[in-house]
């Protein structure tokens, strides 16, 4: 299976807001230059002052350059004895432009072997094939690493099998959206902070419109990443504590959350079905995100910086995803990541600038979209918080 790698995704998010898997797409635009935020550096492993200077290669794709100079030049300016040197993923990979990706399948391998630096989806065959460096050293010799620092679950997605594979810089959240107008035309309440899947049940049914035989509009767009949904319900496909990892598709709680999903379409009748492409088709944009753009959508989930697009299309609301534990949250996310490659031969520099990069937040996009920090620090350093409509900040924050 072919995986975007993250930094790919972040450029993405920016260019096109997508996901991780392209669920919706926006107008693109060009990215303003990202302002560094100049947090002071931790205290390095190694003295700050080498006695010449080190190149570091940091792989990122070319869309994303413009976010990373302004970090550069400030880290050059408080590092005199390190360089980066930017190693353009593009060229790496022979990618396309955008909109005609064809990843490799050994797109890890070759950034690693490529830079010292790599935003990647750190995944746990990349850690197995040997391909980036355990950072818990560089964690545990650090007296101002504070791992509370990091968001809820942000730091522990790439922490397994005792090592610490990356560091968390972008925290992005998946949250149900909602058509007030929808709701308000139906005489529907709307959804609340606490709610459950029943209570998404009980509104799709009431929201669901037909003219005939046909659905003018849905009461739920489940967008194109099912198992997101059941994962909500029912944890992890798979399990990881087992050796090998096992999948957990028999398993009753699984089962249960798939056969709930599957109703919604076929016994509940609230919910479109998507027919997959074809092998060798291209789609521009999905048959979900079609149908959110054309107000065919009572209530539908999207990734949080599609927030500030949606709300310039209609009048939208935005809530946690439904939990039938209220004390058990479960929204899915990303975590953008910086990984160190194992085969660098510049670790102690490497790694002053990955974690010098971890506490910075990236700022400045058009279109007023921003981009969460996975650190607390970053994120309220940045003024993320700042004016952020009280509605979509008490869903982040939830």
């Known amino acids: 299976m072919r995986r975007l790698v993250l930094g790919m995704l972040i450029g993405f998010m920016m260019l096109a807001a997508c996901g991780p898997a392209a669920e919706d797409e926006a107008p693109s635009s060009p990215i303003a230059d990202a302002a560094p935020s100049r947090v002071p550096s931790a205290v390095p492993t190694e003295p700050a002052i080498q006695e010449e200077q080190v190149t570091v290669r940091f792989a990122l794709s070319d869309w994303n350059l413009p976010l990373y100079e302004g970090f550069i030049e400030a880290f050059e300016e408080d590092n005199p004895d390190i360089r980066i040197e930017v190693v353009s993923a593009n060229e790496v990979l022979e990618l396309g432009p955008i909109g005609q990706l064809d990843v490799p399948d050994d797109a890890d391998q070759r950034l690693v072997a490529a830079a010292d630096v790599v935003e990647i989806g750190v995944g746990r065959d990349t850690v197995r094939d040997g391909l980036v460096r355990d950072l818990s050293p560089y964690l545990d010799s650090d007296a101002n690493f504070q791992p509370d620092d990091y968001y809820v679950d942000a730091l522990q997605a790439y922490q397994w099998d005792g090592g610490t594979w990356a560091l968390p810089s972008l925290l992005n959240l998946r949250l149900m959206f909602f058509d007030k107008d929808a709701f308000d035309a139906a005489g529907v309440a709307y959804p609340e902070e606490v709610w459950s899947w029943d209570d998404l049940l009980v509104k799709a049914k ?76 291209e789609r521009l944009i999905s048959d979900a995100a079609a149908l959110i753009d054309n107000g065919q959508a009572a209530m539908w989930p999207d990734t949080d910086v599609l927030w500030w697009v949606r709300t310039q299309q209609g009048n939208i609301g935005v809530v946690p995803f439904p939990s039938d534990t209220p004390d058990w949250p479960a929204n899915p996310g990303t975590v953008g990541s910086l990984a160190m490659s194992a085969g660098t031969t510049q670790p102690e520099a490497s790694w002053r600038w990955l974690e010098y990069l971890s506490r910075q937040s990236i700022t400045g996009m058009q279109l007023g979209m921003r981009i969460m920090s996975a650190r607390r620090s970053a994120a309220e350093t940045s003024g993320f918080w700042d004016g952020l409509d009280e509605e979509f900040e008490g869903a982040l924050r939830y």
């Open 206 to 281: 009431a929201l669901t419109e037909r003219e005939g035989d046909n659905v003018t509009r849905w009461g739920f767009v489940p967008g194109d990443l099912a198992y997101r949904l059941i994962e909500s319900r029912a944890g992890q496909l798979a399990d990881y504590e087992a050796d090998p990892p096992a999948p957990r598709f028999d398993d009753p709680d699984v089962v249960e959350a798939v056969r709930w999903y599957t109703d919604l379409h076929l016994r509940d009748q609230v919910m479109p079905y998507f027919e997959p492409p074809e092998e060798g088709e």
